[in-house]
T-cell receptor, first 116, second 111 residues
Framework: ETGVTQTPRHLVMGMTNKKSLKCEQH?????MYWYKQSAKKPLELMFV???????ENNSVPSRFSPECPNSSHLFLHLHTLQPEDSALYLC???????????????FGPGTRLTVL | SQQGEEDPQALSIQEGENATMNCSYK?????LQWYRQNSGRGLVHLIL?????REKHSGRLRVTLDTSKKSSSLLITASRAADTASYFC???????????FGTGTRLAVRP
C-alpha cells in the first residue's frame, strides 16, 4: 500500500463513451502525475500538477482531460477514445518542487483501460 | 534511444543467485531512481541515488552510479521468487518534477 489509490481498477468503454479515472493520495503531497503504460513501451508521462497547477502536458490528445481540484485528488476525463488508448493508466504523487525529496514518486495500482 | 534504458530486457535466474540490471542514460542528471513493478500493478520506489553518490545499499539491493559513463546498475543479492517483477530506472531532467523511465528489465526468479 503506497498511499495512492485509483478507481476504478478496470474499465471497459466504447469509443463514444465518456468516463473518468480518479486518483487520491493520502501522503500530503503537492505534486500529482498521470502516466500511460502500454505493452513494450516505456512509461509515458502525460500530465503533471504541482500545487494544483498544471505544469506539464506532454502533447497529450485533447480526448484526455485532466482535472486537479485539490492537492489530494486528480482526475482524468476520457471521451471519444480510440482502441490504441487501451493501456494501464498510472497515477503518482510526490512532495512537489519545494521538498528535498521531490523526485521520489509514489504510484497507485493503476486503472486497466480497454477501449472497444 | 530512450533516456534511461535498461539492459538486459529480460533475465531469468535461480532462487539464491544474484541479479544484475544495468541502466544507461544520455543527459546529465541530479539523481537516478530504481522502481519495481509487479505484473499489472503500480510502480514501487526502491532506491534513489544522487549524482554525487557512487554506491548505495538498501537491504539486498545495491545500486551503483557512474556519471562519467552515464550508467547505473542494480544488484539484487540472494534473489527470491518474490523478486520476480519488472525493474525500471528513472532519471530526472533537472526540474525535480519530471521523471523519464526506461522500458524495464523483466526479472524471473525460479524457485
Amino acid at each position: 500500500e503506497t498511499g495512492v489509490t485509483q478507481t476504478p481498477r478496470h474499465l471497459v468503454m466504447g469509443m463514444t463513451n465518456k468516463k473518468s479515472l480518479k486518483c487520491e493520495q493520502h501522503l500530503g503531497h503537492n505534486a500529482m502525475y498521470w502516466y500511460k503504460q502500454s505493452a513494450k513501451k516505456p512509461l509515458e508521462l502525460m500530465f503533471v500538477y504541482n500545487f494544483k497547477e498544471q505544469t506539464e502536458n506532454n502533447s497529450v490528445p485533447s480526448r484526455f482531460s485532466p482535472e486537479c481540484p485539490n492537492s489530494s485528488h486528480l482526475f482524468l476525463h476520457l471521451h471519444t477514445l480510440q482502441p490504441e488508448d487501451s493501456a494501464l493508466y498510472l497515477c503518482a504523487s510526490s512532495q512537489g518542487w519545494l521538498a528535498e525529496l521531490a523526485d521520489t514518486q509514489y504510484f497507485g495500482p493503476g486503472t486497466r483501460l480497454t477501449v472497444l | 534511444s530512450q533516456q534511461g534504458e535498461e539492459d538486459p530486457q529480460a533475465l531469468s535466474i535461480q532462487e539464491g543467485e544474484n541479479a544484475t540490471m544495468n541502466c544507461s542514460y544520455k543527459t546529465s542528471i541530479n539523481n537516478l531512481q530504481w522502481y519495481r513493478q509487479n505484473s499489472g500493478r503500480g510502480l514501487v520506489h526502491l532506491i534513489l541515488i544522487r549524482s554525487n553518490e557512487r554506491e548505495k545499499h538498501s537491504g539486498r539491493l545495491r545500486v551503483t552510479l557512474d556519471t562519467s559513463k552515464k550508467s547505473s546498475s542494480l544488484l539484487i543479492t540472494a534473489s527470491r521468487a518474490a523478486d520476480t517483477a519488472s525493474y525500471f530506472c528513472a532519471t530526472d531532467e533537472g526540474s525535480g518534477d519530471k521523471l523519464t523511465f526506461g522500458t524495464g528489465t523483466r526479472l524471473a526468479v525460479r524457485p
